[in-house]
């Protein structure tokens, strides 16, 4: 019982790291990216509509590889702006592993 018990704190102590990752690149998009496409990355906003844009759960998007991703946030791309030097690689990381959670 006692080994049960310290095998699972010890599992919820490496795990919340990972939470709070998460929990980062929700944050990160919230006050990045949110605006133009939309708090569900379906690109339902003003913005989102106008430029036409794809949505962020869409197959052909979450297809795209982890690093062509952070290549086009950190880049930018079309009139998507760049965010190097605005946002740390960690936090580049980060909204790519929420934008895997919007499929």
């Known amino acids: 019982?006692?080994?049960?018990v310290l095998l699972l704190a010890i599992v919820a102590i490496m795990l919340a790291p990972l939470?709070?990752?998460?929990?980062d690149g929700a944050a990160v998009y919230k006050a990045k990216c949110?605006?133009?496409?939309g708090p569900?990355?379906?690109?339902?906003?003003?913005i989102?509509?106008?430029?036409?844009?794809r949505s962020l759960g869409a197959a052909d998007?979450?297809?795209?590889?982890?690093?062509?991703?952070?290549?086009?946030?950190?880049?930018?791309?079309?009139?998507?702006?760049a965010y190097k030097g605005k946002l740390s690689a960690d936090e580049?990381?980060?909204l790519v592993a929420y934008i895997r959670t919007l499929k």
């Open 1 to 4: 019982m006692k080994r049960t």
């Open 40 to 46: 569900d990355g379906k690109g339902e906003t003003a």
């Open 61 to 81: 998007v979450q297809k795209i590889a982890d690093a062509d991703l952070t290549k086009v946030i950190t880049d930018g791309k079309g009139k998507m702006p």
């Open 34 to 37: 949110a605006s133009c496409h």
């Open 92 to 94: 580049i990381k980060a």
């Open 19 to 23: 939470a709070a990752f998460a929990a």
């Open 48 to 53: 989102g509509k106008s430029m036409k844009l």
